[in-house]
């Protein structure tokens, strides 16, 4: 999956298309499931609330909910892009680093 990604920087675009191409890259196989293996959502949209467990050391996280992801993946997209755009290392608020966490974090 990796060395797709790296084939591809060149003209490496972030849209819901490649999320979803990246997804289907990491979940194409049975072990990448902590639940049962469900090969119609691979690629796609999930149609069930998924919580992250994070414990002992950390809350638990409760990933945004499944009916909403259509409309908040493109809202998040058209963000992070924008920011992108805009990197200046000079600048906290403007690092690419500090981008790079708040896709993470609220992706």
């Known amino acids: 999956m990796l060395k797709n990604l790296v084939d591809k920087l060149d003209n490496f675009e972030l849209t819901e ?4 191409e990246v997804h289907a890259g990491l979940m194409e196989s049975p072990f990448a499931w902590e639940s049962e ?3 119609e959502l691979v690629g796609k949209y ?4 998924i919580t992250g467990s994070r414990q002992p050391f950390f ?3 409760e ?8 409309f908040i993946v493109p809202s998040y997209l058209d ?4 920011q992108l755009s805009d990197i200046d290392n000079s600048k906290y608020d ?8 708040f896709f993470i974090i609220n992706f």
Do not use: G, M, Q, V
Request: proline share 6%; hydrophobic share 35%; net charge positive.
């Open 17 to 20: 298309k490649t999320i979803k």
């Open 37 to 39: 293996f469900k090969t």
């Open 46 to 49: 999930r149609n069930i609330p």
């Open 59 to 61: 809350n638990d996280k």
């Open 63 to 70: 990933y945004a909910p499944h009916f909403n992801l259509e």
């Open 79 to 82: 963000i992070f892009n924008s």
């Open 94 to 101: 403007k690092l690419l680093l500090t981008r790079l966490s």
